[in-house]
C-alpha cells in the first residue's frame, strides 16, 4: 500500500506526513488493519523496540471539581458515584505509589481535581514528592494538577518533579463543546509553563466524544506544536451521571487506527494507551502494544482497569517486555537534551526530522478539571472488561453502564491497589 510505505518511509526518518496521509490512515478498512498495525509497529520498533513502559496513577484529591468538563466523572454537577475526599497525605501517598511500583511501574503520576493548584497545593505535592522519592530515588513523578500559575512549574521542578500532565484532549475549533469553564488556550498555556521550567510535558487527547477525523488530526498535529514529550491516548468511558453517558462510538478497529495515525504524526515521542483501553480495545489491547510503547498498570483515577498482573501477563503474551528503571524511555537524539527545550516548534517538533528533542520522561496522569490528565479527568480511565453476555459494540444511543466498573479500591480506600 503506498500509503502506508510513505508513512513508514517517514517514520523512520522522523519526518512528518501530511494532514491528508493523517487522515487517510483515520480511513482505512478494516481489511487493511493488520497492514496499519504493522506500519506503525516497525516505527515503534524503531525508536522503542520492544519495550513497554509501565506508569502508575495515584490520585492525591479525586471529585468535586468546579470545572464542566463534559467527559469527567468528577465535573461539577457530576452524578456519577464515584469516590471523593479531600488531599491524601504524603504518607498515603508514598504507600499507594508503592504498590505500582513493586508492580513494575517506572512512573508514578501525582493527580488532583480542581482547576488548578494553589500555592499551599503545591507545598503539599512537594512534600508527597519527597515521601515517594526518599523510598525509591530513581521513580519518575509527574504531577496532573490542572491549570499552573506563574513560578508553580519552577516550584515542582525544584521539589523533584520530572514532568507535568496538562492534555489538550480535542481540537481547538471544538473545544469549547465539551469545556465552557476554561479554554483550550488555558491548556496551551499550562504546558508552555511546563516546559519553560524544564519539566517534560505530556499532552494528550480524549477519542471518541463524537469528533471528527478532522478534530483528532487536528489535535495531534497541534500536540506535536507545543512539544509534548509524550502523548495519552484516551478512548472516551461515558460514565452515567455526566453528559457525554450515551457516547458509545468507538470500536477496537477505530482505536487502533487512531493509535496508529498518533504514532505516524509523532514517531519519536513516547505514545501511550491511557483511559478506556480495556473497554474500547478488549481483546485486541495486544495489537495496541505494536503501536504505543507505554501503558498504565492497574487502577484508574475513578474507574477500575484490569488487574496489574493481567496487565504483566499481556505484555509479556505478546512477546514485549516492561521497561526498566534505568533505561531511558525516549529515544537518545531526544532525551539528551534535558534543558526543557521540549519537541515543539523550537525542539523541532514530536518526530520531525530534526535533532533537538525534548526533557527525557514522558507522560503522567489523568487530570481533572482543567487537570485534562491522561485519562479524562476521572471518567474516561479504563473500566474493566464487558462481563460475560455484554454486547460486544454497545448501541449508540444507549449507556452501558455494566461496562464501567467505578473504582472503590485504591487510594482513598481501605482496599489495596490491584497492581
Known amino acids: 500500500m503506498d500509503l502506508l510505505d510513505t508513512l513508514t518511509a517517514k517514520g523512520l526518518r522522523r519526518e512528518l506526513p501530511t494532514r491528508e496521509e493523517a487522515m487517510a490512515v483515520l480511513a482505512t478498512t478494516d481489511d487493511e488493519l493488520l497492514d496499519v498495525v504493522a506500519a506503525a509497529g516497525r516505527v515503534r520498533r524503531q525508536w522503542f523496540g520492544r519495550r513497554v513502559k509501565l506508569n502508575y496513577l495515584v490520585n492525591l484529591k479525586s471529585g468535586l471539581c468546579p470545572e464542566d468538563c463534559n467527559y469527567c466523572s468528577q465535573r461539577l454537577g ?80 525544584a521539589a523533584g518533579a520530572d514532568a507535568y500532565n496538562h492534555n489538550l484532549n480535542t481540537s481547538e475549533a471544538t473545544y469549547g463543546d465539551i469545556t465552557t469553564t476554561h479554554t483550550y488556550a488555558d491548556r496551551v498555556d499550562t504546558v508552555a509553563k511546563a516546559h519553560g521550567a524544564g519539566l517534560s510535558a505530556c499532552s494528550g487527547l480524549i477519542a471518541g466524544m463524537g469528533e471528527s477525523d478532522a478534530d483528532l488530526v487536528d489535535v495531534v498535529f497541534a500536540l506535536r506544536e507545543i512539544g ?40 519519536d515521542v513516547e505514545v501511550r494507551i491511557a483511559g478506556g483501553r480495556e473497554v474500547h480495545l478488549r481483546s485486541m489491547q495486544p495489537l495496541g502494544l505494536h503501536i504505543a510503547n507505554s501503558i498504565f498498570l492497574g487502577d484508574y483515577l475513578t474507574s477500575e482497569g484490569q488487574a496489574g498482573q493481567a496487565d504483566l501477563d499481556m505484555i ?34 514530536c518526530g520531525s526530522g530534526a535533532e ?17 490528565g491522561c485519562g479524562p479527568c476521572g471518567g474516561h480511565a479504563p473500566a474493566v472488561p464487558a462481563q460475560a453476555g455484554t454486547p460486544a459494540t454497545p448501541a449508540n444511543d444507549e449507556p452501558q453502564p455494566d461496562l464501567v466498573r467505578v473504582r472503590r479500591r485504591g487510594a482513598g480506600t481501605e482496599l489495596a491497589p490491584n497492581a
Not at 318 to 347: D, I, K, N, Q, Y
Not at 358 to 369: K, N, Q, R
Open 356 to 372: 533537538a528533542g525534548a526533557d527525557a520522561g514522558p507522560e503522567a496522569a489523568h487530570g481533572c478539571g482543567t487537570g485534562g
Open 78 to 157: 457530576s452524578k456519577a458515584e464515584i469516590l471523593k475526599y479531600t488531599w491524601l497525605k504524603p504518607e498515603q501517598a508514598a504507600e499507594a505509589a508503592a504498590a505500582g511500583l513493586a508492580g513494575g511501574a517506572k512512573r508514578v503520576c501525582l493527580v488532583a481535581s480542581g482547576r488548578g493548584p494553589t500555592d499551599r497545593d503545591i507545598d503539599r505535592v512537594a512534600s508527597t514528592i519527597a515521601a515517594i522519592k526518599d523510598a525509591n530515588e530513581a521513580v519518575e513523578v509527574c504531577a496532573c494538577l490542572g491549570l499552573l500559575s506563574d513560578n508553580q512549574a519552577e516550584r515542582l521542578k
Open 316 to 349: 509479556a503474551d505478546a512477546g514485549f517486555e516492561v521497561e526498566g528503571a534505568g533505561e531511558p524511555t525516549l529515544p537518545r537524539h531526544r532525551s539528551e537534551v534535558t534543558a526543557g527545550g521540549g519537541c515543539g516548534p523550537s525542539g523541532g517538533g
Open 228 to 267: 509534548s514529550d509524550s502523548v495519552p491516548v484516551n478512548f472516551l468511558i461515558p460514565f452515567e451521571g455526566t453528559p457525554l453517558a450515551k457516547e458509545w462510538n468507538l470500536t477496537p478497529q477505530r482505536c487502533l487506527r487512531i493509535l496508529a495515525m498518533v504514532r505516524f504524526v509523532c514517531p
